[in-house]
Antibody, heavy 126, light 107 residues
Framework: QVQLVESGGGVVQPGKSLRLSCAASGFTFSTYDMHWVRQAPGKGLEWLAISSYDGSHKYYAESVKGRFIVSRDNSKNTLYLEINSLRADDTALYYC???????????????????WGQGTLVTVSS | SYVLTQPPSVSVAPGQTATITCGGNNIGSKSVHWYQQKPGQAPVLVVYDDSDRPSGIPERFSGSNSGDTATLTISRVEAGDEADFYCQVWDSSRGNVFGTGTKVTVL
């Protein structure tokens, strides 16, 4: 069965950087576009970024463009999210999620997210 | 920017029908997906592409989409359906967009 396990969260000071990881198993990771989504405490879902199956195409929400970097290592079945210049409003539970359909076309396919990890909590505080 | 508006809360008695709306400009031209999130858990996809259900999701969950409103309907509501629900679409200028979320309370 599909399993997504996020890690790398913690308490971080404002202005610092952090790299989150998402270890995938139970499906052919290298053929799926993957997403990062976050949820601030008591708030709704916010989509952050998508990486194409091969990492060649990446798209970001306007709110994080320039500070967040999504990447992947298909040899390790792992998705990453690098967060730079952390701010208090980056405090949230960060989820990785999988596209419902595999695709190996150029670019990304925008379909539903059918599997989610349990999230890793990032707290930005001095 | 594209905004999806949901009612903050919906209350329904067990066995009755819950209707959750998701409003957006010409949302009927987009594919709408719905997620259920129970307290302390990750979201779960319950409807995709307006009205299709992933395997394992009960037939009690159904969706429709037309004009400026998409709708998730939960028939014969059970206590276990109590959760937050989010709609989601893709927008060419914003990428993926989630709705504001609706808390469903089973009375």
């Amino acid at each position: 069965q599909v399993q997504l396990v996020e890690s790398g969260g913690g308490v971080v000071q404002p202005g610092k950087s952090l790299r989150l990881s998402c270890a995938a198993s139970g499906f052919t990771f290298s053929t799926y576009d993957m997403h990062w989504v976050r949820q601030a405490p008591g708030k709704g879902l916010e989509w952050l970024a998508i990486s194409s199956y091969d990492g060649s195409h990446k798209y970001y929400a306007e709110s994080v463009k320039g500070r967040f970097i999504v990447s992947r290592d298909n040899s390790k079945n792992t998705l990453y999210l690098e967060i730079n210049s952390l701010r208090a409003d980056d405090t949230a539970l960060y989820y990785c999620a999988k596209n419902r359909r595999s695709s190996m076309v150029q670019g990304v396919i925008w379909v539903a997210l059918d599997s989610w990890g349990q999230g890793t909590l990032v707290t930005v505080s001095s | 920017s594209y905004v999806l508006t949901q009612p903050p809360s919906v209350s329904v008695a067990p066995g009755q029908t819950a209707t959750i709306t998701c409003g957006g400009n010409n949302i009927g031209s987009k594919s709408v997906h719905w997620y259920q999130q129970k307290p302390g858990q990750a979201p779960v996809l319950v409807v995709y592409d307006d009205s299709d259900r992933p395997s394992g999701i009960p037939e009690r969950f159904s969706g429709s989409n037309s004009g400026d409103t998409a709708t998730l309907t939960i028939s014969r509501v059970e206590a276990g359906d109590e959760a937050d629900f989010y709609c989601q679409v893709w927008d060419s200028s914003r990428g993926n967009v989630f709705g504001t979320g609706t808390k469903v309370t089973v009375l």
